[in-house]
């Protein structure tokens, strides 16, 4: 899942993780430089071939809620800005921008020349098309609430566009990373029943070639890309819905890419024979895991119970036991670094004992011959939903799962294939308790995760929180440019969801990717690895997949 519609550079990075802090080189190596025997001149040519645990649900990112279909759709389409290896936004499909004395305005000079993979012109009618579609009542999005903010959009010619705020709108010029659609293929069409869902027409570096239902999706370069052909051919999505498999296909040469468990990392690939073969990677993430309990049920409206869930839980266990200590505990939804995460919340630490208080406070006393909570004949017990594939999330809900049992909570856990995940259960609110993470963007803003008015189906408030305070708080971070008031705003919505649980917080785990060695151009930075994918080759002599 994510937080926002976010920045191609970013979206690239989702299997990766979002970075906010230095990367460490690979292992056996001082710094990631290219051998030198490879050639001077990068190469073209080869595939790269990456494993992923979920399937895009849609190549319409605007329609999309989920990382899978976000990292492919980074690959196709472009935004008008993106951040770059350091975090800076820069242009994208916009050569230059100017943002007035205010704030309040924002002018894009879209680059000239710009060409959609079948051949039309990209133009400002483009980006008109794009805001119109996401702000429309009938298209059901996730991310319109950004755009809403907008008084006024114009494009005096064909190359530029005009934006104007009504009042100062923080995320106003990182928003602008959406990703644009082509108008002369939706205009006037139901974007819903598009076939560019299955089929996609962007401006980005890749061109969609192949999707196989299940088994992958194929992208192939595109050698008119505005800023330089990527040098490897063919980009490759592998489902794989199961890491282990997927860490074998790595091992077998089947895959060039992935993300390591925490056990495959500090235990599986430390020989030679490993470490000659592939880089490995690890730095921290910008995602952090949570169990997010559903508010309309009525076992969670009481904060009591939600507050014992996470005295019940040892964080640092979760992350000794399952991130091998990669990785750190979370506290609230910024993760530790960024200039709005809040040192001083009061997070509830583990005493078993204090859970049991809380919950004999709430009605929670007697228990049944099973050892199991019961209160007016009905035993405490409800189901921890994740998604297929994600080692790491199960043994996390295994462990939860004991702990919550130690205080009578009898806890069931179900893995779900991801598409059905999402669409039958996560999106219709058709759950107790989800176990999954959040990658969230470089600006502090969530309304779209914890504003009341974002709980419809289909939108990320998919728990249901509604916190008049908490709403009043979004609103004020957003509508200033006044850094210290943004972080009084955000320091206070964490002391709130400390006190009110609506997520168990758990832990921010380390990025691990792995890269074959055969990859060169890898350059680990602020934003990850994932930012100069396009500049990574493969040398006439090391590539593997022919044309």
């Known amino acids: 899942m994510k937080a926002s519609p976010g920045v191609r550079s970013l979206l690239m990075a989702l299997l990766f993780s979002v970075f906010f802090s230095g990367c460490s080189p690979p292992e056996n190596s001082t710094t990631p430089v290219v051998p030198a025997s490879s050639p001077a001149v990068p190469a073209t040519g080869d595939s790269l071939v990456e494993g992923t645990i979920g399937e895009a649900s849609t190549l319409i990112p605007l329609l999309a809620t989920d990382a899978s279909s976000h990292a492919v759709a980074g690959q196709i389409y472009n935004g008008l800005i993106k951040y770059d290896k350091n975090l800076k936004i820069v242009g994208d499909l916009a050569e230059v921008f100017d943002v007035s004395k205010d704030g309040l305005t924002i002018t894009f000079h879209l680059h000239h020349g710009v060409r959609w993979h ?159 073969r592939f880089k490995k990677y690890r730095y921290p993430s910008s995602n952090y895991l949570y169990m997010g309990y559903n508010l309309r049920h009525p076992l969670f409206g009481d904060k009591r119970i939600r507050q014992a869930m996470t005295a019940a839980i040892n964080k640092d266990e979760l992350i000794q036991g399952v991130l091998f200590g990669m990785g750190q505990k979370a506290h609230g939804p910024i993760v530790p670094g960024r200039w709005a995460y809040n040192p001083a919340v009061k997070d509830i630490g583990y005493d078993p004992k204090h859970a049991v208080e ?40 295994q462990i939860v799962q004991q702990r919550l049992r130690q205080v009578g909570i009898d806890v069931k856990i179900r893995i779900v294939e991801w598409a059905a995940f999402l669409k039958e259960f996560v999106n219709k609110g058709n759950f107790e308790v989800v176990m999954l993470a959040w990658s969230i963007s470089q600006d502090p803003d969530m309304y779209d995760i914890w504003h009341s008015s974002k709980n419809k189906p289909g939108e990320l408030n998919f728990i249901g929180f509604n916190n008049t305070e908490v709403d009043r708080l979004l609103i004020a971070g957003r509508n200033t440019f006044d850094i210290n008031k943004r972080k009084q705003a955000y320091f206070r919505i964490q002391e709130i969801l ?34 100069n994918q396009n500049r990574w080759y493969v040398p006439k002599n090391e590539q593997v997949y022919l044309p």
Request: cysteine-free; hydrophobic content about 35%; glycine content about 6%.
């Open 498 to 531: 400390a006190e009110e649980q609506p997520y168990t917080f758990l832990y921010v785990p380390d990025a691990l990717p792995v890269v074959s060695s055969r990859i060169r151009g890898v350059e680990p930075a602020p934003a990850g690895i994932g930012h």
């Open 118 to 276: 079948d051949g039309a012109p990209f133009t400002a009618k483009d980006v008109l098309y794009t805001y119109q579609v996401t702000i429309d009542p009938k298209t059901p999005t996730a991310y319109a609430e950004d755009f809403k903010q907008v008084k006024s959009i114009a494009a005096p010619d064909d190359f530029t566009i005009r934006v104007t705020y009504g009042e100062p709108f923080a995320p106003a010029l990182a928003s602008w990373g959406m990703n644009i659609l082509p108008a002369h293929l939706l205009e006037g069409k139901d974007v819903t029943k598009s076939p560019l869902a299955r089929n996609p027409v962007g401006t980005g570096p890749y061109r969609f070639k192949e999707w196989v239902s299940g088994q992958k999706i194929v992208l192939e370069a595109n050698k008119e890309y505005f800023e330089g052909r990527p040098y490897i051919d063919r980009f490759i999505y592998r489902i794989i819905p199961d890491s282990s498999t997927m860490y074998m296909e790595l091992k077998a040469g089947a895959i060039d890419l992935m993300n390591l468990s925490p056990v495959q990392y500090a235990r599986q690939t430390s020989a030679k024979s490993f470490t000659s």
């Open 358 to 397: 809380l919950l004999a406070q709430a009605g929670w006393k007697e228990k049944n011959s099973d050892g199991i909570l019961v209160k007016d004949g009905k035993p405490f017990k409800f189901t921890i939903l994740t998604n297929q594939g994600n080692q790491q999330r199960l043994m996390t809900a």
